[in-house]
C-alpha cells in the first residue's frame, strides 16, 4: 500500500518513518510512505502557501494553488482516497481503518493554521477525518496515526497473523490482561488459569476479562458487542453480563 502525505513539516515525520515495525514494513516493500512538501509547489514569489480568512477573524487560512498542485503533481493510483485531518471530521475507528487499509493509496492532507480553503475541500477531498475529540496544531499527528493503524492491517506487516485479530476493537471488544515471566513478583501473582495448560478454561477467562473491561470502561462496545450474533460457547458467557 502506497501513502501520500502533504505536509508544510515533513521533518515531523523522520523518526516515525525509520523506527519499529513502520520502518520494518518500508524497508520490506509492505507499505511505502512518500511525504511531500506543499510549500514546494507555491507559485509565490515567497513560496507563501496561507492568507488572511475573507470575512476576517483570527489565522491564516492554507490557500487552494499549492495544495492543488502538490496533490496534482503525481498521477493517482486505480483505488485511492485523498483524506483532509481535521478535527471537523468523522472520528476514526477500527472499521474505517480496515476499510482504508484496502486501497492501493492514501494520500493524506495535513492542514495548519486555522484551516484550509473550503474549495480545496470541496473540489479534492473524499473524506474528512479527525482521530479524537480534541484539537492538535496540525493535522502531521493525525496522519501517522492514520498510517500506522492502518499499516498494522496490511498484509506481513506484523509478524504474527494472530496479533492483530485478538486485540482490542477487532472482535469488538476491549483486549484481555497479558503476563509474563516471572509467575510471582513482589507477591503478585499471575492467575492460575493462565498457568493451567487448559486452554478452553483460558480462552473462557480471556473473553470473561474482556467483556468485564469493556463492559466497565465502554459501555457503547458493550451494548453493540451483546447485539451481534455470537457462537454457542461466547454466548454462554455474554450472558452472565448482560
Ligand atoms: N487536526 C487538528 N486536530 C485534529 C484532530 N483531532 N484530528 C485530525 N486532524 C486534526
Redesign the pocket.
Known sequence: MKFRILTLFPEMFEGFLEASIIGKAIENKRIKVDVEQIRTFSTDKHRKVDDYPFGGGAGMVMAVQPLRDALMSKPFAQSHKVVY???R?STLTHEKVVELSMLEELILVC?HYEGVDQRFIDRYVDEE????D???T??EL?AMVMVDSISRMVDDVLKNEDSSKDESHASGLLEYPHYTRPSEIDGDNVPDVLLSGNHAEIDKWRLEKSLEITKERRPDLFQKYAGKTHDKATLKVLKKYL
Not at 129 to 132: D, K, L
Open positions: 485531518l481535521s478535527p471530521g492542514g477525518i479527525s482521530i479524537g480534541y484539537v492538535l496540525g493535522g493525525a
